[in-house]
């Protein structure tokens, strides 16, 4: 047995890896090809084409890696930037906090702006930072568009207006791993220089694919860039873009049919239909938890987040005890708290390529172990909240109508 068995379908609410669809799963399930033969390069560059439609490009150019987001991070800072450039970065959780790490282990002077967890960036800080450097000593806004470790969302368009008043040249790179193709995401209008994601978020796609897109600043930026960059060097993929064979090495024939059948799915939706499913998907999920009488770790309103949402619980429960219970009564797989929030908060992801009614199967499990653990929660008043509000709210399916 190839996984420990649990009857029915497993109830994956991690904030990513996420469900794949069947269609995905069965586009990916072929044989291997020759990726030198006429087929590939036909079927890569239409995958280039509709793959900035996720990001909301026209300009942009897009690189599809074989990594994770964290290789798609070194692929943004090692292309664009150079040893010792400054760069500001916010830490808001532990992913900003990783990303964080990444920029000074490959040595940028990394000025960091730091909120407390459940907060969004700090953009008054930001807007001074910005104001006194006369000199344009700043290089790059690093930003985590969507914190997946405490559920907040922060506002890409107030940092591209804080640039856009001050005529500030640094260039904008935003971690979109779990926002885009989830959340309202526009790299054009937004001015964003480098946008990033992995295959297994909202794309809901096997890990292993980093999907990039270099706006024509960040691949001017990368002519004079002196970070050495060997794997995630751009320049071997525009080689071969040229040449129209695409590929400087050897992609995943399985995950190229997988993202086609990915993006077929997403654009069948509608991309606005996508977003907007995840609106309802978040709001549902953040109406049951106040109907449980607990908090949001997201401190205010406009930096909800409607890819996950963090659960605090109260002192005396170790939210990981919530987690173990849910996999091993229930088959239900939530996100645990990590680093600052550990034992204090249980993550329920709710992105990708899911409906409202597997959403209320997960609220159902989280109010039967909330119970379990001690905590007086009333079985179905979650249930309730987010139904009423989804009955009220659920358009005929897109494709059906
Ligand atoms: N950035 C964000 C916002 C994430 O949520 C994650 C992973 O969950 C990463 C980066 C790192 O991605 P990966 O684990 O694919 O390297």
């Not at 953009?123 to 559920?151: P, Q, Y």
């Not at 708290?337 to 997960?362: D, M, P, S, T, Y």
């Given at each position: 047995?190839?996984?420990?068995?649990?009857?029915?379908?497993?109830?994956?609410?991690v904030?990513?890896?996420?469900?794949?669809?069947?269609?995905?799963?069965?586009?990916?399930?072929?044989?291997n090809?020759?990726?030198?033969s006429?087929?590939?390069?036909?079927?890569?560059?239409?995958?280039?084409?509709?793959?900035?439609?996720?990001?909301k490009?026209?300009?942009?150019?897009?690189?599809?890696?074989?990594?994770t987001?964290?290789?798609?991070?070194?692929?943004?800072?090692?292309?664009?930037?150079?040893?010792?450039?400054?760069?500001?970065?916010f830490?808001?959780g532990?992913?900003?906090?990783?990303?964080?790490?990444?920029?000074?282990?490959?040595?940028?002077?990394?000025?960091v702006i730091?909120?407390?967890?459940?907060q969004?960036?700090?953009?008054?800080?930001?807007?001074?930072?910005?104001?006194?450097?006369?000199?344009h000593?700043?290089?790059?806004?690093?930003i985590?568009?969507?914190?997946?470790?405490?559920?907040?969302?922060?506002?890409?368009?107030?940092?591209?207006?804080?640039?856009?008043?001050?005529?500030?040249?640094?260039?904008?790179?935003?971690?979109?791993?779990?926002?885009?193709?989830?959340?309202?995401?526009?790299?054009?209008?937004?001015?964003?220089?480098?946008?990033?994601?992995?295959?297994?978020?909202?794309?809901?796609?096997?890990?292993?694919?980093?999907i990039?897109?270099a706006?024509?600043?960040?691949?001017?930026?990368?002519?004079?860039?002196?970070s050495?960059?060997v794997?995630?060097?751009?320049?071997d993929y525009?080689?071969?873009?040229?040449?129209?064979?695409?590929?400087?090495?050897?992609?995943?024939i399985?995950?190229?049919y997988?993202l086609?059948?990915a993006?077929?799915?997403?654009?069948?939706?509608?991309?606005?239909?996508?977003i907007?499913?995840?609106?309802?998907?978040?709001?549902?999920?953040?109406?049951?938890?106040?109907a449980?009488?607990?908090?949001?770790c997201?401190?205010?309103?406009?930096?909800?987040?409607?890819?996950?949402?963090a659960?605090?619980?109260p002192?005396?429960i170790?939210?990981?005890?919530?987690v173990?219970?849910?996999?091993?009564?229930y088959?239900?797989?939530l996100?645990?708290?990590?680093?600052?929030?550990?034992?204090?908060?249980?993550?329920?992801g709710?992105?990708?390529?899911?409906?409202?009614?597997?959403?209320?199967?997960?609220?159902s499990?989280?109010?039967?172990?909330?119970?379990?653990?001690?905590?007086?929660?009333?079985?179905?008043?979650?249930?309730a909240?987010?139904?009423?509000?989804?009955?009220?709210?659920i358009?005929?399916?897109?494709?059906?109508?």
């Amino acid at each position: 047995m190839d996984y420990v068995y649990g009857p029915g379908r497993n109830h994956l609410f991690v904030p990513g890896p996420v469900n794949i669809p069947e269609p995905v799963l069965r586009a990916m399930n072929r044989n291997n090809e020759d990726y030198r033969s006429p087929a590939v390069p036909v079927l890569t560059k239409i995958l280039l084409e509709d793959v900035k439609k996720i990001f909301k490009t026209t300009s942009g150019t897009p690189f599809l890696i074989p990594t994770t987001g964290t290789g798609a991070w070194e692929s943004a800072l090692t292309n664009t930037l150079s040893p010792g450039d400054r760069i500001v970065s916010f830490l808001i959780g532990q992913f900003s906090l990783l990303w964080i790490d990444q920029q000074q282990r490959l040595k940028f002077d990394v000025d960091v702006i730091e909120s407390e967890w459940g907060q969004g960036a700090n953009l008054d800080v930001l807007a001074s930072k910005l104001a006194s450097d006369i000199g344009h000593t700043i290089k790059a806004i690093c930003i985590v568009h969507n914190e997946t470790a405490t559920g907040v969302t922060n506002n890409l368009a107030t940092v591209r207006k804080l640039l856009d008043k001050l005529s500030h040249p640094a260039l904008l790179l935003v971690d979109g791993v779990s926002s885009i193709c989830a959340l309202d995401f526009r790299m054009d209008e937004w001015g964003v220089d480098v946008a990033l994601t992995g295959s297994q978020k909202a794309l809901s796609l096997p890990t292993g694919m980093g999907i990039i897109c270099a706006s024509p600043k960040a691949l001017e930026a990368s002519k004079t860039a002196k970070s050495v960059r060997v794997f995630f060097d751009w320049n071997d993929y525009l080689k071969f873009y040229k040449l129209g064979t695409y590929w400087p090495y050897t992609p995943s024939i399985q995950l190229l049919y997988g993202l086609r059948a990915a993006l077929d799915l997403i654009f069948e939706e509608g991309l606005d239909n996508v977003i907007a499913r995840h609106g309802r998907l978040g709001k549902a999920t953040r109406l049951a938890v106040e109907a449980w009488g607990l908090t949001n770790c997201t401190q205010k309103e406009e930096w909800y987040s409607d890819t996950v949402t963090a659960v605090v619980v109260p002192p005396s429960i170790d939210s990981a005890e919530i987690v173990r219970r849910a996999w091993k009564r229930y088959n239900l797989s939530l996100g645990l708290g990590l680093n600052k929030v550990a034992g204090k908060v249980f993550r329920i992801g709710h992105l990708g390529n899911l409906n409202e009614l597997q959403l209320l199967g997960c609220l159902s499990g989280v109010e039967m172990i909330l119970k379990d653990v001690g905590y007086p929660v009333k079985l179905g008043s979650g249930v309730a909240a987010a139904a009423a509000y989804l009955q009220n709210t659920i358009p005929l399916i897109p494709s059906r109508i």
